[in-house]
């Protein structure tokens, strides 16, 4: 398995452009997470999701940010209109729970995104 | 509700100190506490959980309910330590879901 894969790695954008980052899971993992570094608040997590259905969107910092999972082996996170204080590292992960308790969460490389 | 703190947002120490990176936690119930490690250009990655009480490139951690702290330590740091580490707390209640702190980024001198 290639693991948890994210595109693009790198996204350079205009403020007020909008911007799609999409995550692929890995098989089998029922549960998929969107977090977002800085430097400032290290990692927060933005949405996560459950068998493809959003269980906690309390993160995601305001109507401009949006997320969706349409099957188990798709999510994607969108901005629209982007600001320049959006520009940070989006990570997706998954993770699988055996037993009911919290699991390993496997990230993705990252999404690199600075808005100017 | 659920906390993670890690207090030092740096750490150096030279090849072959001791290091201790620190983390406290708040949570009523019985926690499940992880340290994920982010090395340069390369994926955030699990370290180690208290569950498996085990050694992992010479870190270990205990979790101690009293003081709820899960420090993580290794007697004799390498230059190759040196990462961004994240401690983590995990529920029961809220399944998959992990909390983390605001990390600790670790320089090892040689």
């Known amino acids: 398995d290639a693991g948890v894969i994210q595109s693009p790695r790198h996204e350079v954008t205009e403020m007020g452009q909008e911007v799609t980052l999409r995550c692929k899971p890995i098989?089998?993992?029922?549960?998929l997470f969107w977090y977002r570094q800085t430097m400032m608040r290290g990692l927060e997590l933005l949405i996560y999701f459950n068998n493809n259905v959003p269980i906690d969107d309390s993160g995601m910092p305001e109507d401009r940010f949006s997320a969706k999972m349409p099957n188990a082996s798709f999510s994607t996170l969108k901005i629209q209109p982007s600001e320049p204080r959006d520009s940070a590292v989006y990570f997706c992960a998954s993770s699988y729970l055996p037993g009911g308790s919290a699991g390993e969460l496997f990230f993705g490389e990252g999404s690199r995104l600075t808005v100017l | 509700a659920q906390r993670v703190t890690q207090p030092e947002k740096l750490l150096s120490v030279f090849k072959g100190a001791p290091v201790e990176l620190k983390c406290n936690y708040s949570?009523?119930?019985?926690?499940?506490l992880f340290w994920y490690v982010q090395y340069s250009r390369q994926r955030l990655q699990l370290l180690l959980r208290h569950i498996s009480r085990e050694s992992i490139k010479g870190f270990t951690a205990d979790l101690n309910k009293g003081e709820t702290s899960f420090h993580l330590k290794k007697p004799f740091a390498q230059e190759e330590d040196s990462a961004m580490y994240y401690c983590a707390l995990g529920r029961g209640s809220t399944l998959g879901r992990l909390y983390f702190g605001r990390g600790t980024q670790l320089t090892v001198w040689p």
């Open positions: 949570y009523s119930g019985s926690p499940e």
């Open positions: 098989s089998g993992h029922d549960y």
